[in-house]
């Protein structure tokens, strides 16, 4: 089991928002930078977000990513059919990296 | 146009060894500190192990420790994994990267399986 549980599935219809969760403790997100990762069918991952919300260049805004306390927050907003993938959040701890279990997005 | 190239995966037996290779290019290889990430087939990501910019400091997952070893070569711009004592439960796929910067190969296929 992920120290980082998220949501294991989440859907939406083509422009609709959704958000995924990642919750966590003191001491993994409430005192770390949380990054997002995208990883569509047979792809590597992608990176998304990080420090919790900056996006890297070409990523497009719809991707927004939040913290609060111990939890955090991917929203994807305008959903698009090619956004049907995984999402993992993950955070370095200054030792390893912690990714959590991941959220399978299906678009309707 | 950062590049990381996967390669040395393939079957072994339960016990075996391999050692991967990651060929980088496209960035100041020797100014990342790197990893190894892994996935088994249907499930999440696995980190398996860091390695710094001048490899004094490297650290790897609880699952690997004693049988994995990371090392890389700045001059060449390569990072490895030495694989020993492989189990059933360390087939999937590996990627090489850098994962503050969202740096990531296409992976490698480790099936370990008699």
């Known amino acids: 089991q992920s120290v980082l549980p998220q949501p294991p599935s989440a859907s939406g219809t083509p422009g609709q928002r959704v958000t995924i969760s990642c919750s966590g403790s003191?001491?993994?997100?409430?005192?770390?930078?949380v990054y997002w990762y995208q990883q569509l069918p047979g792809t590597a991952p992608k990176l998304l977000i990080y420090?919790?919300?900056q996006r890297p260049s070409g990523v497009p805004d719809r991707f927004s990513g939040s913290k609060s306390g111990t939890s955090a927050s991917l929203a994807i907003s305008g959903l698009r059919s090619e956004d049907e993938g995984d999402y993992y959040c993950?955070?370095?701890?200054?030792?390893?990296?912690?990714f959590g279990g991941g959220t399978k997005l299906a678009v309707l | 146009e950062v590049q990381l190239v996967e390669s040395g995966g393939g079957l072994v037996q339960p016990g075996g060894s391999l050692r991967l290779s990651c060929a980088a290019s496209?960035?100041?290889?020797?100014?990342?500190?790197m990893n190894w990430v892994r996935q088994a087939p249907g499930k999440g990501l696995e980190w398996v192990s860091y390695?710094?910019?001048?490899?004094?400091?490297?650290y790897y997952a609880d699952s690997v420790k004693g049988r994995f070893t990371i090392s890389r070569d700045n001059a060449e711009n390569s990072l490895f994994l030495q694989m020993d004592s492989l189990r059933d439960e360390d087939t999937a796929v590996y990627y090489c990267?850098?994962?503050?910067?969202?740096?990531w190969g296409q992976g490698t296929l480790v099936t370990v399986s008699s």
């Open positions: 390695i710094s910019t001048s490899s004094s400091t490297k």
């Open positions: 993950a955070i370095w701890t200054g030792s390893m990296w912690e």
């Open positions: 003191s001491s993994n997100i409430g005192s770390n930078y």
């Open positions: 420090r919790n919300n």
């Open positions: 496209g960035f100041i290889f020797r100014s990342y500190d």
């Open positions: 990267a850098g994962v503050l910067e969202g740096y």
